[in-house]
């Protein structure tokens, strides 16, 4: 007869391929297939993810009916979940901003899936594995468990969700038997130390039945301590987003500074009109930075201290204010570069000052992130606040 163990690694057949690629959170995955879909829905079901499935034209694609437009290579796309009004010309493309008529001119649909993580959905489906073991089980700090097995017991840490640092340092792991969990195994190989003793186990290999958590653990327990350790004062497993490099350069230009009036719908640099009253979303998506911005200096912040706010959380704030989903990550990101690009053109044109695109609007990066992970903020080096003047 098989053993449990045996019926829950065959629980799922889902390849371990299509797995690691749904645990990625905020994953855009274009085209998604029938075999990825099925797998979507599945892991939905068990609670580790949400999902959500969209429909997208292109603004120009040689294969629609109207094509060509204005801009022949314009790469905006727009999403036809937003409840607009086609005769009302209220499709435009958020990169040219001309009409766009998805149903009059049957143009050609693109799908595109988004995933989420679910936090509380990961750590049950872990529990209901380490249930297997038969031994008590309890949560010692967020993502941190404790076994009650072998001599000394063994915890388990779900690495991407721990929030006390000593359980991810290497004096920790070479002297307590732990197991890591992975939640985003794509960027393992970057995060994690280098030392084979370490036990690293993807979430996307447990939910595939390629590994047994329960075989795991208990090897963890009979493994004792590694012999060979390298001699490094190092952390085992490099947690959320790492110190930013600044990529703009414009801060090094001494002696530039730009005088910005933030007021009830629109936005000035040195007293010209940079955002109109029309800008709509870009106006909102400016006055979240710019209220981060503010609350920074409050805090008497330096320059290099300022924070950065994430496609995400701009993305969860539009929503806020909004009280429905407007825009997707794609969607803001293009917003924000043409931002930066319209101010750049109208203070050079209007003004004649030298400007840089990021001097008012400035994009950081993430240190240490391969896919190039950004952060965006008001430019704390070269912009300057004033009230708001009325005409």
């Given at each position: 007869?098989?053993?449990?163990?045996?019926?829950?690694?065959?629980?799922?057949?889902?390849?371990?391929?299509?797995?690691?690629?749904?645990?990625?959170?905020?994953?855009?995955?274009?085209?998604?297939?029938?075999?990825?879909?099925?797998?979507?829905?599945?892991?939905?079901?068990?609670?580790?993810?949400?999902?959500?499935?969209?429909?997208?034209?292109?603004?120009?694609?040689?294969?629609?009916?109207?094509?060509?437009?204005?801009?022949?290579?314009?790469?905006?796309?727009?999403?036809?979940?937003?409840?607009?009004?086609?005769?009302?010309?209220?499709?435009?493309?958020?990169?040219?901003?001309?009409?766009?008529?998805?149903?009059?001119?049957?143009?050609?649909?693109?799908?595109?899936?988004?995933?989420?993580?679910?936090?509380?959905?990961?750590?049950?489906?872990?529990?209901?594995?380490?249930?297997?073991?038969?031994?008590?089980?309890?949560?010692?700090?967020?993502?941190?468990?404790?076994?009650?097995?072998?001599?000394?017991?063994?915890?388990?840490?779900?690495?991407?969700?721990?929030?006390?640092?000593?359980?991810?340092?290497?004096?920790?792991?070479?002297?307590?038997?732990?197991?890591?969990?992975?939640?985003?195994?794509?960027?393992?190989?970057?995060?994690?130390?280098?030392?084979?003793?370490?036990?690293?186990?993807?979430?996307?290999?447990?939910?595939?039945?390629?590994?047994?958590?329960?075989?795991?653990?208990?090897?963890?327990?009979?493994?004792?301590?590694?012999?060979?350790?390298?001699?490094?004062?190092?952390?085992?497993?490099?947690?959320?987003?790492?110190?930013?490099?600044?990529?703009?350069?414009?801060?090094?230009?001494?002696?530039?500074?730009?005088?910005?009036?933030?007021?009830?719908?629109s936005v000035r640099v040195e007293g010209e009109l940079v955002i109109p009253k029309s800008a709509g979303s870009r106006y909102l998506i400016f006055r979240i930075l710019w209220e981060r911005f503010l609350g920074d200096m409050a805090?008497?912040?330096?320059?290099?201290?300022?924070?950065?706010?994430?496609?995400?959380?701009?993305?969860?704030?539009?929503?806020?204010?909004?009280?429905?989903?407007?825009?997707?990550?794609?969607?803001?990101?293009?917003?924000?570069?043409?931002?930066?690009?319209?101010?750049?053109?109208?203070?050079?044109?209007?003004?004649?000052?030298?400007?840089?695109?990021?001097?008012?609007?400035?994009?950081?990066?993430?240190?240490?992130?391969?896919?190039?992970?950004?952060?965006?903020?008001?430019?704390?080096?070269?912009?300057?606040?004033?009230?708001?003047?009325?005409?």
């Amino acid at each position: 007869m098989d053993s449990r163990s045996f019926r829950q690694k065959s629980a799922s057949s889902i390849p371990g391929e299509l797995a690691a690629r749904l645990l990625q959170d905020g994953a855009l995955l274009p085209n998604p297939s029938a075999e990825l879909i099925s797998a979507a829905e599945w892991m939905e079901s068990k609670g580790l993810i949400a999902t959500r499935v969209r429909e997208h034209v292109l603004c120009a694609n040689p294969l629609d009916r109207d094509f060509p437009p204005r801009v022949r290579t314009c790469r905006g796309r727009l999403y036809l979940d937003q409840g607009l009004d086609e005769a009302g010309h209220e499709f435009r493309c958020p990169e040219c901003d001309r009409p766009i008529f998805p149903y009059q001119h049957q143009k050609q649909k693109h799908k595109e899936l988004r995933v989420r993580t679910n936090c509380q959905g990961i750590i049950a489906y872990v529990l209901s594995h380490l249930a297997e073991l038969e031994a008590n089980t309890r949560e010692i700090s967020k993502g941190v468990f404790r076994i009650d097995i072998g001599s000394v017991g063994v915890l388990l840490c779900i690495a991407d969700f721990c929030t006390e640092e000593k359980y991810l340092t290497l004096d920790w792991a070479r002297t307590q038997p732990t197991c890591y969990l992975a939640v985003n195994s794509q960027s393992m190989a970057d995060r994690f130390l280098e030392e084979d003793w370490i036990r690293r186990i993807p979430l996307a290999d447990l939910v595939s039945g390629k590994v047994n958590l329960r075989d795991e653990v208990n090897g963890a327990a009979t493994m004792g301590n590694p012999l060979r350790v390298c001699n490094a004062s190092v952390p085992v497993y490099a947690r959320g987003p790492m110190p930013i490099v600044v990529e703009a350069v414009s801060v090094q230009v001494p002696g530039r500074h730009f005088t910005v009036e933030c007021g009830p719908e629109s936005v000035r640099v040195e007293g010209e009109l940079v955002i109109p009253k029309s800008a709509g979303s870009r106006y909102l998506i400016f006055r979240i930075l710019w209220e981060r911005f503010l609350g920074d200096m409050a805090k008497t912040m330096a320059p290099a201290e300022h924070n950065l706010m994430s496609l995400e959380e701009i993305v969860k704030e539009v929503e806020i204010r909004c009280r429905k989903y407007i825009e997707d990550e794609t969607a803001i990101r293009r917003y924000i570069n043409r931002l930066q690009t319209d101010i750049e053109t109208t203070v050079k044109k209007k003004i004649g000052l030298p400007i840089d695109r990021e001097d008012i609007i400035q994009t950081c990066r993430w240190k240490g992130q391969k896919e190039g992970e950004f952060g965006y903020r008001i430019n704390p080096f070269t912009v300057t606040a004033r009230p708001y003047q009325n005409d």
